[in-house]
């Protein structure tokens, strides 16, 4: 894939990010009423909690700057309907999982859903020398953009691209097994791929799954009602009643659940 001009600045997709546009919107439109003054504290609250988190967390890697950049330069609109720049994992989650990576000492990472690839790097930066990232993507083009990206990084070795269909593939890897387990794919499949993890032995004894967008841009409480808001709230409802895991949900960026088997 060749980058081209950026089609602009990546939307506001997280429950903080949309809270703050609208409130940014509520403000000016709230001259001359006597609530400005007040909406604009709470603009500024909301507005200023994303880049201080970021400020305040370690950088990131020139590699996975790279990477980033080159994601937010391409078009994604001439590529496909489904994909978008905002798809991207981004600097606070990278390093949130690779200090789970460090946290739980992985060695053997399984990636759910890789899109350009930033949290499979962020993930591989983490890992020992000896350790592996299996990266499941179902799109042929896009696994081929990331590769171009690993190859930029001495990291980027320690990445096994899977290409195709995420159930399928996991079929595939039975009798491997994984100390961590992140899924960020389609969220119709997420019941079946956790269901997957946990019961044919893709997840070590001990292992951890984590499973991003559980948020969903507020949809799941907030609305509006759409079939990804439904899938996440679905899911979300059978992990909390499930006895054999126990998990929390992380409210960082689009939500992250940490799910882990205690039966």
């Not at 590529?79 to 200090?99: D, I, T």
Request: glycine share 8%.
């Amino acid at each position: 894939m060749t980058p081209r001009t950026a089609p602009g600045a990546a939307r506001p997709v997280t429950p903080a990010s949309i809270l703050a546009a609208r409130l940014e919107s509520l403000v000016g439109r709230a001259g001359g009423t006597g609530l400005e003054d007040e909406l604009r504290e709470v603009r500024d609250l909301a507005v200023g909690l994303d880049p201080y988190v970021e400020s305040m967390t370690s950088p990131e890697s020139p590699a996975l700057a790279d990477l980033a950049a080159a994601t937010a330069a391409f078009d994604w609109r001439d590529a496909s309907g489904s994909l978008e720049q905002e798809m991207l994992s981004g600097h606070v989650e990278g390093r949130f999982l690779a200090m789970l990576a460090h946290a739980t000492r992985a060695r053997r990472v399984l990636e759910v859903g890789m899109f350009t690839g930033y949290s499979a790097l962020a993930l591989a930066e983490a890992l020992p020398d000896d350790g592996s990232v299996v990266a499941l993507e179902l799109d042929e083009s896009v696994a081929a953009f990331a590769q171009e990206q690993f190859a930029r990084s001495s990291a980027g070795r320690r990445i096994d691209v899977r290409v195709g269909p995420a159930a399928e593939t996991l079929r595939a890897l039975a009798g491997e097994s994984f100390d961590l387990v992140f899924v960020d794919a389609d969220k119709a499949g997420y019941a079946d791929y956790l269901e997957t993890v946990l019961t044919t032995g893709l997840l070590a004894p001990g292992g951890l799954v984590c499973v991003d967008n559980t948020l969903m841009q507020g949809q799941p409480w907030a609305g509006p009602d759409t079939e990804n808001g439904r899938a996440i709230a679905e899911f979300n409802a059978a992990v909390a009643a499930d006895p054999r895991v126990e998990q929390v949900v992380v409210p960082l960026r689009d939500g992250i659940t940490l799910i882990r088997a205690v039966s």
